[in-house]
């Protein structure tokens, strides 16, 4: 399955991945639970709690864990 999703927000259950794709310059906003961030080639991984919101920095493959039942949004 492929879904092409450049701005808007997705449901994840606690512990579904979202792998993003050359997503260097998008933010990622973790709406009412907090996810985990990997992104490719960066020494630090990122917990994003409620309410904030990160920059992804790295071209390649980052993956986003929800902690719990998340909504994720990206601009």
Partial sequence: ???ELR????QLTRGQTLK???GAGTTVTARNAAV???EENRARDIVLEP???YLLRAGGVAVI???GEA???FN
């Fill in 1 to 3: 399955m492929r879904i």
């Fill in 7 to 10: 701005t808007g927000a997705l």
């Fill in 20 to 22: 993003v794709m050359d």
């Fill in 36 to 38: 985990w961030i990997t």
């Fill in 51 to 53: 309410g904030s919101c």
């Fill in 65 to 67: 864990e929800a902690l």
């Fill in 71 to 73: 909504s994720v949004s």
